[in-house]
């Protein structure tokens, strides 16, 4: 199994540049979850989703777009890049049946918006 | 006020002793409670979960104090490989997973 997966590991955008992070997950996982980590502020959560077909805003929505046509994909859109989305993204997934409600983290995209 | 508030440290700690440190929340209907470590520019990973009962995992021991709203983690004869950023992280009465800032722990020869 490859876990989670995510691309690209670096990119750099200009302001009002629109772009899509992707993340995959072959774990048959129902939860998946978007975070973004700034320093001294933790992860803050995003987007989630339950399962396909099924979005929720966290507590930092504003500025992005989510979808889940798919159990395996959970992609996250930037819709107009600005500086303030300078960040490192985690998407994450877990599962429900997991009495433990482990987390499993993919290694991150690192974002720079100029 | 954060939900979630952990010291961010960091903590020296000379190799082979103790260190403890906590995570205090806000929600009193906090659910689950769990310890993750995270490596300089890596992903966090689940160190441990955190019963009521407190529970141990080698040198690690986590423990719950609902009536003061904190979570402690405790890592004995510390090592070298210990360094790491260690997160809190609870699951709120809204079901959602919620992480602290995080306390970096450095573990010196």
């Known amino acids: 199994n490859a876990g989670v997966t995510q691309t690209p590991k670096f990119q750099v955008l200009k302001t009002g540049q629109s772009m899509t992070l992707q993340c995959a997950q072959d774990?048959?996982?129902?939860?998946m979850s978007w975070y973004r980590q700034d320093p001294g502020m933790g992860l803050r959560l995003i987007h989630y989703s339950v399962g396909a077909g099924i979005t929720d805003q966290g507590e930092v929505p504003n500025g992005y777009n989510v979808s889940r046509s798919t159990t395996e994909d959970f992609p996250l859109r930037l819709l107009s890049a600005a500086p303030s989305q300078t960040s490192v993204y985690f998407c994450?997934?877990?599962?429900?049946?997991?009495?433990?409600?482990?987390?499993?983290f993919g290694p991150g995209t690192r974002l720079l918006v100029l | 006020r954060k939900e979630v508030e952990q010291d961010p440290g960091p903590f020296n700690v000379p190799e082979g002793a103790t260190v403890a440190f906590n995570c205090t929340y806000s929600n009193s209907a906090s659910q689950s409670f769990f310890w993750y470590r995270q490596d300089c520019r890596k992903e966090p990973k689940l160190l441990m979960s955190v019963y009521s009962s407190g529970n141990e995992d080698g040198r690690f021991t986590a423990q719950l104090n609902r009536a003061s709203q904190y979570i402690s983690l405790l890592i004995r004869d510390s090592k070298l490989s210990d360094s790491a950023t260690y997160l809190c992280g609870l699951v709120d009465s809204w079901g959602k997973l919620q992480f602290g800032a995080g306390t970096q722990v450095v573990v010196t020869p």
């Open positions: 774990m048959n996982h129902e939860y």
């Open positions: 994450a997934s877990s599962s429900p049946r997991e009495w433990d409600e482990t987390q499993y």
